[in-house]
């Protein structure tokens, strides 16, 4: 599966060559697919209000239970940014490994193994 080829700095779109938006190919469109899943807030997405990380907790605030406004609770996010890979067409297996937490920004790596057997990974921040 393609998809647009983002930055790994900025998540912004790629210009290839000859002056065209780069694509991805598997096995990285699928983790760069999985980081997005990863920066995606439960409920954002409007087409499929299922897929997304609880960032908030259910009713929407951000008290007891949010992911946001407490200090990481590492275990938690692993789990749910693993299940958020996971629902990238194509992954069956995801790992998230977290490099650092400066000024409440959360820097990470999401490993990805597809049907095919292939692995990639890419970054992320949350």
Do not use: H
Not at 96 to 115: A, H, K
Request: glycine residues 8%; negative net charge.
């Amino acid at each position: 599966m393609n998809t647009l080829l983002l930055d790994p700095d900025t998540w912004d779109l790629v210009i290839d060559a000859a002056g065209n938006i780069a694509m991805a190919t598997n096995p990285y469109s699928q983790a760069q697919d999985a980081a997005s899943e990863i920066r995606t807030f439960a409920g954002e997405v409007f087409y499929d209000t299922r897929i997304g990380v609880p960032y908030f907790n259910a009713d929407g605030g951000s008290s007891d239970g949010a992911i946001l406004g407490q200090p990481p609770n590492y275990p938690l996010l692993r789990a749910e940014f693993t299940a958020a890979a996971r629902l990238v067409p194509g992954v069956v297996d995801a790992k998230c490994y977290f490099i650092s937490f400066i000024d409440r920004e959360l820097r990470g790596q999401v490993q990805i193994t597809n049907q095919a057997g292939e692995t990639a990974a890419v970054g992320f921040q949350a």
